[in-house]
Each structure stands twice: as C-alpha cells, then as structure tokens.
C-alpha cells in the first residue's frame, strides 16, 4: 500500500515543525473522508495501514535524529502513529462527542506535543 497525499498529511503532524494548524487541518481531512477513513481504520486494512504509516514515518524521522532526546526516535514514530491512528479511530466511531478543533486539541495534547518535548 503506497499512500501519497494523505500520508503527508498524516505524517506532517508528528514532525518536529507541526503546528497547531497542521493538527488541525489533519483532522479536518479526514473529517472530510469520514466514511474512507472509518473504513481504514476500522475494517480489515487498519493493520495494513498502520504498518504502512509506521514504515513511512519512519523514513521521514530518520534524517530527523535528535541525539538530545531522551526518546529514541523508533519509539516515538511507533506511539506518535499509534496514537495519532487511535484516537482518529476513535473519534470517527464517536463522531458526536468532539468537533474537529476538539479533536485536533486531543490530539495535539495526548501525542504531539508529548513527542515534541521529549
């Protein structure tokens, strides 16, 4: 599975340069494919689709070594997709609960700005 724009998207928001626009500007993308990403992320392909990020973010966050941090970069791209894969599940099953700015609040508060200060 290639992804191309939509991985840019997806992958923008666990980089060291990502604002809270970026957030979520994610999030309204996939808002706006509701029922494609609900299909991704919650039928058979999530797997898939999860290991594909991971392999994608993973080549992106490579030249990107902060010898600094106390995290080794492998784990933060495994929990920054994870999370980030989570809690759009979730939200897509839970539509009525948050709005994209909420959303994008979570998401920012519980993944990316945790990996950013590590």
């Known amino acids: 599975m290639r992804l191309t724009w939509v991985d840019e998207r997806a992958l923008a928001s666990l980089s060291d340069s990502v604002t809270p626009a970026g957030v979520v500007a994610l999030c309204r993308y996939v808002d706006g494919r509701r029922q494609l990403w609900s299909v991704l992320l919650t039928g058979g392909a999530a797997a898939s689709l999860r290991e594909e990020f991971i392999r994608q973010a993973r080549s992106i966050a490579t030249p990107r070594e902060r010898p600094e941090s106390s995290v080794p970069s492998e784990l933060a791209v495994v929990f920054g997709v ?19 700015e909420q959303i994008a609040e979570i998401l920012d508060m519980l993944v990316i700005a945790p990996i950013l200060r590590a």
């Open 82 to 100: 994870s999370g980030t894969l989570e809690i759009l599940t979730w939200w897509l099953q839970n539509r009525k609960r948050c709005s994209v």
